[in-house]
């Protein structure tokens, strides 16, 4: 043995992890007859009054290490994840857990998260978008196209024509 040394214990960084996914990941699925409805896949989320939406896990201090030549190598210092509430979002006493006040959509946007009642997209309903179910109300400002689903606890807002759609309002 000519050097032996002690690894760094790494530092765990604070992290945000969400209740909901926070990526429009899109996944498409076959039905019986092989056929793939690209429309049906909602990239919109949607939360519950109450629901706990986000939690912060506090960053975990990692322990030193010492290199070959017997000098002590500290961790790297941690960094805390920094989430602030701003509409219809609510906290526990040491701002670590984050509620939903009201059905919406959340918003997770530079460091904030709100909850949204209304869903706004600016412009045509595409399928990059999908067919949507949303526990607020839905304002589209331009066209919806043939064969879509749109349900809404809330009203339906659309600036353009509609095609060929099924649109469900509470």
């Keep these: 043995l000519i050097a032996k040394g002690q690894p760094v214990d790494e530092t765990k960084q604070g992290r945000i992890i969400f209740s909901f996914d926070n990526t429009s990941k899109r996944t498409f699925e076959e039905n019986s007859s092989g056929r793939v409805d690209y429309k049906a896949n909602n990239t919109i989320q949607s939360v519950k009054k109450d629901e706990r939406i986000a939690i912060i896990k506090k960053s975990v201090l990692g322990n030193p290490g010492v290199n070959i030549l017997g000098i002590k190598v500290e961790p790297m210092p941690p960094k805390e994840a920094q989430l602030k509430a ?3 979002v609510s906290t526990n006493a040491d701002n670590t857990e984050f509620f939903a006040e009201k059905d ?3 918003v997770y946007k530079h ?3 709100s909850v949204v009642d209304i869903m706004q997209i600016d412009g045509n ?3 990059a978008i999908g067919n949507i179910n949303f526990e607020g109300t839905v304002s589209i400002e331009g066209d919806v196209g043939d064969e879509y689903s749109i ?3 809330g009203d ?3 600036g ?4 060929s759609s099924k649109l469900i309002a509470g």
């Design 86 to 88: 701003l509409k219809n």
């Design 104 to 106: 919406g959509s959340p």
């Design 111 to 113: 460091g904030t998260i």
């Design 125 to 127: 309903l595409s399928m």
């Design 151 to 153: 349900k809404a606890d």
């Design 156 to 158: 339906i807002i659309i």
């Design 160 to 163: 353009g024509s509609v095609g």
